[in-house]
């Protein structure tokens, strides 16, 4: 993608304040330095800066500005390297895919063997570096509507551009092998996928019609509207005000007024029972302080006999663990507020705080990776109507890193994607 964008790209430093290069310290730098000649030494890729090349060949970045991009990644290991790329520092080589480049060091973190790309002396200074999410953040009811804002309310004319018609903002369930040539990935196979992942969640939920259904984080409506369709009565909540406004709009054009009703509603404030409750890929965006919190409004919503439905992005456990009280590119720039859970840890909560077993259903990884391919190839076709929106160069930048980040996540296994059923275990 490379050529889509100049090498003397430079940011807006008053519109991206937080892309103003770092004051450079030597130490800091050459510590930065050493680490990259560390990571490339078995690494399957190519890192060219000062025109010398380190790694062992593979997907190729060229680092344009070496001082600038060393002090980024000196001043803050879990943003530097992506604001590096936002600020133009780095791009891959012509003709290499920015997800491809991205793998070999996502597949590094998922390495039972290694999931670290430092040695262990080098990991007990990663304090120096390593920021602590900040306190602005907080997933309180008033925190939480202005974190979801952030991302979901930017524009929904933008997320027309790039996801399929139905609106819908998570994986999709294909009926091929996901992992086969991503290359070969088209926009015109993701409107069924969506459709399909759609109606497996309503059909491992058991709703038809007549069904009760609460569906939480609902996005612009794709999940409630299918259900409707289906003949259910569907209560839809999102926190997100422009998000709301599009989804009734979206209801509205459906035909299924009289089935949905849409509120601007936070999950703790929802009242009544629900034979059904469905969440699709909104635990990400609950905070760990707030997952107790979110399987008991879950648990409490059930009617008798009710089954519940999550869709959720996982990671393992250790590196759950490891990272969650730090503070990396996608909380900065994408997801604030946002922690992704493990399987391990979603049973943990559900086994001390409520009385729900849970069942994974399926894993979805190698489909969510093929789904942001084909998010990204749109992106990538559609920026000049989403430039006419008002975003600049670097938001371009933000998403496609964005994406191909996430792509290389989930193809390497760091990243997976799953069901889960829960049902109360008493009746």
């Known amino acids: ?21 770092p004051r450079s310290n030597p130490v800091r730098r050459a510590g930065a330095h050493a680490a990259l000649r560390f990571i490339a ?16 060949g593979g997907p190729a970045m060229q680092v ?39 793998l070999p060091f996502a597949q590094r973190f998922s390495s039972e063997q290694d999931r670290h790309l430092l040695p262990k002396w080098a990991q007990s200074l990663r304090w120096l570096v390593t920021r602590s999410q900040p306190g602005d953040q907080e997933n309180d009811r008033a925190g939480a509507r202005e974190n979801i804002s952030r991302h ?7 997320f027309s551009e790039f996801l399929d018609p139905s609106l819908t903002y998570s994986a999709a369930l294909f009926d091929q092998q996901p992992e086969s040539d991503l290359a070969t990935a088209s926009y015109d196979e993701l409107s069924n996928a969506q459709l399909r992942k759609l109606d497996a969640i309503l ?14 984080g609902c996005g612009w409506a794709s999940l409630a509207i299918r259900a409707a369709q289906r003949g259910a009565w569907v209560t839809a909540i999102t926190i997100a005000s422009q998000q709301a406004l599009l989804a009734q709009r979206r209801i509205a054009d459906a035909g299924v007024s009289d089935r949905v009703q849409v509120a601007l509603r936070d999950y703790r404030d929802q009242i009544g029972v629900f034979d059904a409750v469905l969440s699709v890929e909104m635990i990400e965006a609950v905070g760990e302080k707030y997952w107790p919190v979110y399987f008991d409004a879950i648990e409490r919503r059930l009617a008798p006999g009710g089954k519940a439905v999550i869709q959720a992005i996982v990671m393992p456990h250790d590196r759950m663990l490891a990272t969650r009280n730090t503070f990396t590119w996608v909380q900065k720039y994408i997801f604030p507020g946002g922690l992704i859970p493990s399987v391990d840890v979603i049973e943990q909560v559900t086994a001390q705080h409520t009385g729900l077993q849970t069942e994974v259903l399926r894993h979805m990884g190698m489909d969510y990776a093929r789904t942001l391919r084909i998010w990204r190839n749109r992106f990538i076709e559609h920026w000049p109507a989403i430039a006419d929106l008002g975003f600049d160069a670097t938001f371009r930048r933000m998403w496609e890193f964005y994406l191909a980040y996430s792509e290389a996540g989930f193809r390497a296994g760091y990243l997976d994607d799953v069901q889960i059923l829960l049902t109360k275990r008493f009746g």
């Open 64 to 102: 344009h500005r070496t001082g600038p991009f060393l002090d980024r990644l000196g001043h803050d290991a879990g943003s530097g390297f992506g604001e590096a790329y936002l600020a133009g520092d780095w791009d891959p080589e012509p003709g290499t895919d920015l997800a491809d480049l991205l």
């Open 152 to 158: 979901y309310d930017l524009s929904n004319a933008m």
């Open 1 to 21: 993608m490379t050529d889509l964008f100049t090498a003397v790209h430079e940011p807006a430093v008053e519109t991206w304040p937080s892309l103003a290069a």
């Open 41 to 56: 030494r078995d690494l399957p890729a190519t890192i060219t800066l000062d025109n010398r090349s380190y790694g062992l």
């Open 203 to 216: 059909d491992a939920a058991g709703v038809v019609s007549g069904s009760r259904v609460l569906d939480i």
